[in-house]
């Protein structure tokens, strides 16, 4: 029986079809991807969805969880929707063993699989959130997204975090470890078929697919708690222990910077700690961006 995790530099890894995915999937990862999902939904106060749901009142709506993770953005659709049916989707087997009865989870599911066998035409809602990394044709994903909603009504919405550093103060040096991290990061993952670089071609891509009604919205995630903004102030504290205390740092560097320039574990962690001596530094202003798109299938394409 193939063991379902191995080890590698001091993280876990899961082993379905090993190498599919560069990024742990151990406990330090589920509480990172915790953190993120109170992020979002808590301190940047999104809402579980913005894209609409349900235009019939009689209907039973469909939602899909595109790569769940933990699983706790499907669970709180399915507290928010009980007369609904919410589909998680995943690789890997990290969700709670308690969860409502409308809910399920699909494990292991690799959506990068030519044909899915999920129900075409038949989901109102398909959510997929901090897919970058996991992707490797955009065009691909989103015309099985597309072939899966209702015609009409069905909406994708998606949220994903460019981590380029940005700074509106000048009080990022052109030459920080930050602005660093992130470049050996884009460079590394740019070897592989699956780039961790946010895609800046997303409107384009959505439209090609056939949808229509696009929306974006930006919102400014700052690398620690440094704004004097409330919003953006509690944003970056997540943020920070997102990528600090929860070895988010770590979790998105050690398969890239080992497996495609060959650093070894001593010289990551060297490297990581100047990293993280500028993200705790309250003087740099710097942030990321997040990204929220919804579409729409149209009735006709």
Known sequence: MQQEWYEENGRWYHAWQKGL?????????????????????????????????????????????????????????????????????????????QIPPNVRFQIPFNFETPYWSLGQDSWDLIHMQMLCGSVSSWSNLYAKV????????????????DFEPRCDDGTLPRDSYLRQWYNYLVQATDQTP????????????????????????????????????????????????????????????????????GWSKQEIDGFLGGVRGEIRNR????????HVWTARRPLAR
Request: charged share 20%; hydrophobic share 35%; net charge negative.
């Open 21 to 97: 995915y560069m990024y742990p999937h151990d406990e330090e990862e589920r509480h990172r991807m915790d953190v993120y999902h109170n992020l979002f939904y808590d301190k940047a106060g999104l809402s579980l969805h913005s894209a609409r749901l349900i235009p019939e009142v009689a209907h039973r709506p469909r939602i899909m969880d595109l790569g769940c993770g933990t699983g706790f953005w499907a669970i709180d659709m399915g507290e928010q929707y009980p007369e609904g049916e919410v589909l998680g989707l995943d690789l890997a087997n990290l969700q709670p063993a």
């Open 146 to 161: 597309f072939s899966h909603l209702r015609p009409g009504f069905g909406c994708i919405e998606q949220l994903e975090i």
């Open 194 to 261: 699956k780039t961790i670089r946010y895609s800046h071609n997303t409107r384009q891509a959505l439209s090609q697919a056939g949808f229509t009604d696009i929306s974006e919205r930006v919102i400014k995630a700052p690398y620690r708690a440094w704004s004097t903004d409330p919003t953006a102030f509690n944003i970056g504290n997540f943020h920070q222990t997102a990528l600090d205390l929860c070895e988010g740092l770590e979790a998105l560097s050690l398969g890239p910077f080992s497996r495609v320039f």
């Open 283 to 290: 003087s740099i202003h710097a942030y990321a961006n997040i």
